[in-house]
C-alpha cells in the first residue's frame, strides 16, 4: 500500500524534475549569451562609456590574392587611384616617388631626410602625411607615409593604415579589412 501512494508521487516528481531541466534551464543558459547591446535595449540608465567601440561593418572592403601570391588594392590617395600591394611587415605606408608625384607632390618640396631600410636595401625617405586613404568603403585619414627616393618598385600598405583599422583578417584567397 505504501508503494501504490509513493510510486505515483515520485512519477510526478520525476516529470517536475524533467519539465525544469527540460524547459528552464536551457532559458536559463541563454540569459548568458545576451549581448550588451541586447541588454542595453532594456536598460533605460546611461549608456556605458567605458565599452570599446564596436565596429561599423558597413565600412568594410575585401581584397583578393593575386596570382604572385600577394594582396594587391587600389587606393583613393587624395583623389588619385593609386595600387597598393598589402605589407604588414611595412611599419608606414610606402610610397614610390612616381605615385608621390601622381597625387602632387613635388620631388623638389620633399626633404629625404630619413634612411630607410627596405628588402632591396638602404634608401633615403621624406615623412609626409597624406590627408586621406580610400579602399572601397574604408576611409582612413591623416596616415602618416613615407616616400622612398629610389628602390622602391610598387607603393606598400603598410601598419600606419592597417594599424589604424577595427581589424583585418585573411581568410583563404581574401583579406578583410573593416573600420
Not at 590574392?65 to 587606393?75: F, I, K, N, Q, S
Not at 633615403?124 to 585619414?141: F, N, P, T, W
Given at each position: ?37 541586447a ?5 533605460t540608465?546611461?549608456?556605458?562609456v ?21 594582396y ?14 598589402v ?18 607632390l ?5 626633404e629625404?631626410?630619413?634612411?630607410v631600410?627596405?628588402?632591396?636595401g638602404?634608401?633615403?625617405?621624406a615623412?609626409?602625411?597624406l590627408?586621406?586613404?580610400r ?27 592597417l ?17
Amino acid at each position: 500500500m505504501y508503494a501504490r501512494h509513493v510510486l505515483p508521487m515520485l512519477a510526478a516528481a520525476l516529470m517536475i524534475a524533467a519539465a525544469v531541466v527540460f524547459f528552464i534551464v536551457p532559458k536559463t543558459e541563454a540569459m548568458d549569451d545576451v549581448t550588451p547591446a541586447a541588454a542595453s535595449l532594456t536598460n533605460t540608465g546611461a549608456p556605458d562609456v567605458s565599452a570599446p567601440p564596436r565596429a561599423n561593418f558597413d565600412q568594410a572592403a575585401i581584397i583578393s590574392r593575386e596570382a604572385d601570391g600577394h594582396y594587391w588594392t587600389r587606393a583613393d590617395v587624395q583623389g588619385t587611384d593609386i595600387r597598393f600591394m598589402v605589407d604588414t611587415g611595412a611599419s608606414i605606408v610606402a610610397l614610390t616617388l612616381h605615385d608621390a608625384q601622381r597625387i602632387g607632390l613635388s620631388p623638389s618640396d620633399l626633404e629625404f631626410d630619413n634612411e630607410v631600410r627596405t628588402a632591396g636595401g638602404v634608401t633615403k625617405g621624406a615623412y609626409i602625411i597624406l590627408d586621406h586613404v580610400r579602399i572601397g568603403r574604408v576611409e582612413m585619414e591623416d596616415v602618416s607615409a613615407m616616400v622612398l627616393k629610389e628602390g622602391l618598385e610598387q607603393s606598400l600598405l603598410g601598419m600606419s593604415f592597417l594599424g589604424e583599422l577595427y581589424s583585418y583578417e585573411f581568410k583563404g584567397d581574401t583579406l578583410i579589412i573593416r573600420q
